[in-house]
């Protein structure tokens, strides 16, 4: 269905009770691209890989971060955004971390995802008037165009035009293995493309910058704790709401460039309260029908709206929460995984429809097992043929 424009949404909030609220907003015609290199900590080569690759992508992106998630295997995310795929295409084609890339054995424990999104697709928010998130990019804005019903989808441009409707592929789960598995794939997992309308989605809250009053007061540990039993509900059956996947983070200060050289081990490389969730959703639609129908949200957005208001009693606090979306185009998506853990990112997907390569002729999306059997099949018949 289409959304109708903000003024006339079912505001959740009165104005007086609505946090302060800043959006960055990209240039229209640009393209925002997401780089995420993991390091699953099984393997050497994934820590020699990390300290050649790190120092190199800080240099060349607008913005570097480094994240560490605990799901399952410790694993090490180097995050960099880009603000046109020229800019990405032209370091990773002439990067010397690619050599390391294109030659490191099947047992790796590394992979690499990049996410493509038009600006035209792209919103972001935050409480803050602060260089977090995409903030690091695009200098915050302050905007009103928060605390109704439908405010993601509202401050996406192309939603004037464009509803952003499920993609047919996802009405079959053929092909899709969703189980949880410590088992080691070692080979390299590619998938190229990806269906249209998947949603992906960056969010954080940055607790390091509390202040004392905030932290002295129990409503901010009741609130920080109603934030980790909403992250807890979605990481137990984020599959079952139309998630494709989901990454619960913390972001390391970038000082530990510093001392990435004398490392021994992705364990040495600390947690802190600086967190950071990615997912990827089938389609918006599944990010705010979540939003709408889970307690845990519902009462995570009233404590976060009570005590960070104008008239809350953290008027004055320091506490950072922001949000990026983007809606992806077809295409939109590029993977790899290296001898990672069974299940890792997007690698269930191999061999869905929806993430094989963008072709044409449907039947060059065809495994090469079954091109193969189709290439036998035709040279038997030409040899009884000609026989």
Request: glycine content about 6%; hydrophobic content about 40%; charged content about 20%.
């Amino acid at each position: 269905m289409g959304w109708p424009p903000p003024e006339n949404h079912c505001r959740l909030t009165s104005i007086q009770f609505q946090m302060a609220f800043f959006e960055s907003i990209p240039p229209i015609d640009s393209n925002i691209v997401y780089v995420l290199f993991g390091f699953q900590n099984h393997h050497h080569d994934a820590l020699s890989g990390l300290k050649a690759l790190a120092p190199e992508l800080k240099q060349a992106a607008s913005h570097f971060e480094i994240l560490v998630c605990e799901q399952g295997i410790r694993t090490v995310i180097v995050l960099a955004i880009f603000e046109s795929p020229t800019a990405y295409r032209r370091w990773w084609s002439s990067c010397p971390a690619r050599h390391w890339w294109l030659n490191i054995p099947t047992t790796a424990g590394v992979w690499r995802e990049v996410y493509t999104i038009p600006a035209s697709r792209f919103q972001s928010g935050c409480n803050q008037p602060k260089q977090i998130g995409i903030g690091n990019v695009y200098m915050p804005e302050p905007s009103k165009r928060a605390g109704f019903w439908g405010a993601y989808r509202a401050r996406v441009p192309d939603s004037a035009n464009d509803t952003f409707q499920l993609s047919p592929v996802f009405q079959s789960s053929r092909g899709i293995n969703r189980q949880k598995s410590t088992k080691l794939n070692p080979r390299r997992v590619r998938l190229s493309s990806n269906p249209e309308n998947i949603c992906f989605l960056r969010e954080g809250q940055d607790y390091k910058i509390a202040t004392p009053h905030e932290r002295s007061s129990s409503d901010y540990w009741n609130m920080r704790q109603a934030a980790d039993s909403w992250l807890a509900s979605i990481e137990e059956r984020w599959d079952r709401l139309g998630g494709l996947s989901f990454l619960r983070c913390s972001r390391v200060p970038d000082t530990i460039l510093v001392s990435l050289d004398t490392l021994d081990s992705l364990i040495e490389i600390p947690t802190t309260e600086d967190c950071v969730q990615i997912a990827l959703f089938q389609s918006l639609g599944h990010v705010e029908r979540l939003a709408r129908s889970s307690h845990d949200h519902l009462h995570l957005h009233s404590s976060l709206t009570e005590l960070y208001c104008p008239m809350g009693k953290f008027k004055d606090g320091q506490s950072g929460f922001w949000v990026e979306m983007g809606i992806l185009p077809r295409g939109g998506v590029e993977a790899e995984y290296v001898g990672c853990v069974e299940g890792t990112g997007l690698m269930n997907y191999e061999g869905h429809e929806g993430f094989c390569s963008l072709t044409p002729f449907p039947w060059l999306r065809i495994s090469l097992l079954w091109k193969l059997c189709v290439f036998l099949v035709v040279l038997l018949i030409s040899l009884c043929f000609w026989g």
